[in-house]
């Protein structure tokens, strides 16, 4: 099994809502990503956790705060975003270190 | 930080014919990942490439880690219609383990 379960698939809030993104995998790998992808652009990586603790925050504002509660989940919390937050968020996991990375379909966020 | 160049940025080929695409980095790589991603989906991973020279196939995909480790390429042979899509080279560099950046991206399109 190679699937990472990204919920809700599409997502529209408003810029004082607050919300989650939820991700999942069952492949016992202990690295999560979370990248965030505008159109016709490659994915840019947003935060890395290994081993359930942060290790990688690309300089991403604080209203993004991501948690990662146990070793198969991965969540994006939400908070006063921007219209230009507007994205494709993509969760993606693999073993820690340089190895195969398997990716989310990704949850298609829009801010209004 | 490191920049993933890929080249060409978008080709139309008509089907049956082969495709070659590459990707170019500022800096060592220890590790290329090859993925695709059909519109509103997640980027899937087709081959993974962990040792220079290391030549690598899946199907009609033919993908090849540059000696100098700042390269790689990949090739799709007898091209069909399902081939349409774009093409990402991903990487983790030497210096960061966990750290996966995406190249620019080749555009797919195949013609009858």
């Known amino acids: 099994d190679t699937e990472v379960t990204q919920t809700p698939k599409h997502l529209v809030m408003g810029m004082t809502n607050k919300k989650s993104l939820k991700c999942e995998q069952h492949?016992?790998?202990?690295?999560m990503y979370w990248y965030k992808q505008k159109a016709k652009k490659p994915p840019e990586l947003m935060f890395v956790y290994s081993y359930e603790k942060l290790s990688i925050n690309e300089s991403v504002p604080s209203r993004f705060s991501p948690e990662c509660p146990n070793s198969s989940l991965l969540n994006l919390h939400l908070h006063a975003l921007q219209p230009e937050d507007s994205a494709l968020y993509l969760c993606?996991?693999?073993?820690?270190?340089?190895?195969?990375?398997?990716f989310g379909q990704g949850t298609r966020l829009t801010v209004v | 930080g490191q920049q993933l160049n890929q080249s060409p940025q978008s080709m139309f080929i008509q089907e049956g014919e082969d495709v070659s695409m590459n990707c170019t980095s500022s800096s060592i790589f220890n590790t290329w990942l090859w993925y695709k991603q059909d519109p509103g989906e997640g980027p899937v991973l087709l081959i993974a490439?962990?040792?220079?020279?290391e030549l690598t196939s899946n199907g009609r995909l033919t993908a090849q880690f540059g000696i100098t480790r700042k390269d790689s390429f990949l090739n799709i042979s007898a091209s069909i219609p399902s081939d349409v899509g774009i093409y990402f080279c991903a990487g983790y560099d030497t210096g960061t383990a966990s750290k996966l950046t995406f190249g620019t991206g080749t555009r797919l399109q195949v013609t009858l």
């Open positions: 993606a996991s693999s073993q820690v270190g340089a190895d195969e990375a398997f």
């Open positions: 490439l962990y040792k220079a020279g």
């Open positions: 492949m016992g790998h202990r690295a």
